[in-house]
């Protein structure tokens, strides 16, 4: 029988380090990525899984902020040694953490939270909005049979097609593009203002990806609340499966503290609370309530 305090999601196994800064550059508007030296969590994460950050030698603010793994890095041996994570400069967390140099410490824990599962499929639709691309560019990756994730690596079937749909409010906030072409992932742009792409909602984009095949297809989906619920929406319309990864704040990132609770439909048909961050952030769509 399965010990009830020791679940799957539970953050039983992550790791308490400090880190050492490599790299903090800016990719768009108010958007940097941030990497970091943690060779052990570097190993073990999977996309959409989490970390935690504190800023070392800083009091305020006191509790650590949530930052999503975007890719891990290899040495020349193939060894994950570090992982890139984005961020939007928002809060005052942010604020200081766009001036970290290289070679400065800061603190984490993770690998956190359930991540994406490895469902295969022929086609991969990446929903993105706001920061929300920061998920996807591992999974995209894993997919596409270019990189592998955890420890032992997990095996994926690769799909044959990966294509991100990315909006954001004007093309000065559109970050990290160049990282997914690069990794062979199709990229389509929606802008608010027209700057750049389609003229219009993200979401558009995603139903003319859904109409040009009939290949059996998969969504996943980050960003804004309403953005999100819309995915959920189209999904549950043209019967595509659809995960989403919540962006909900959080405090401890371990559900002590129960300060990110989603409504999440149970069995019987009623809801309940779970915790973003041991049961998600990653969700089946049809599975919350919006």
């Not at 970290?100 to 984490?108: H, K, R, T, V």
Request: glycine share 10%.
């Amino acid at each position: 029988m399965t010990n009830p305090l020791h679940a799957p999601y539970y953050a039983d196994h992550c790791l308490q380090q400090g880190a050492t800064v490599v790299e903090n550059v800016r990719l768009a508007r108010d958007t940097y990525r941030l990497r970091v030296a943690c060779p052990e969590i570097a190993a073990r994460i999977l996309p959409g899984q989490f970390l935690m950050f504190r800023l070392a030698g800083f009091t305020d603010p006191l509790i650590g902020r949530p930052l999503a793994l975007f890719n891990t890095i290899a040495d020349d041996s193939g060894a994950p040694w570090a992982i890139d994570v984005g961020y939007l400069v928002k809060g005052k967390f942010t604020s200081r953490l766009q001036h970290f140099l290289p070679g400065q410490a800061i603190e984490l824990w993770g690998p956190l939270g359930n991540g994406f599962e490895p469902r295969p499929t022929e086609r991969l639709l990446m929903v993105a909005g706001g920061i929300g691309q920061t998920p996807f560019l591992a999974l995209g990756r894993e997919m596409l049979g270019k990189q592998t994730y955890g420890d032992p690596s997990r095996s994926v079937d690769a799909c044959s097609q990966a294509i991100l749909c990315y909006g954001a409010r004007s093309a000065d906030y559109l970050a990290g593009i160049e990282a997914f072409e690069e990794s062979g992932i199709e990229v389509r742009l929606a802008t608010d203002d027209g700057t750049r792409g389609h003229h219009g909602l993200v979401t558009d984009l995603l139903l003319a990806a859904l109409d040009e095949s009939d290949q059996p297809t998969r969504i996943v989906c980050c960003g804004p609340e309403p953005m999100m619920a819309a995915v959920a929406r189209i999904a549950a319309e043209r019967q595509v499966p659809c995960q989403v990864s919540l962006e909900t704040p959080m405090a401890c990132g371990i559900g002590i503290c129960f300060s990110c609770v989603a409504k999440v439909r149970t069995p019987d048909g009623e809801w309940d609370y779970k915790r973003t961050c041991v049961e998600g952030p990653v969700f089946n769509a049809d599975q919350l309530e919006w």
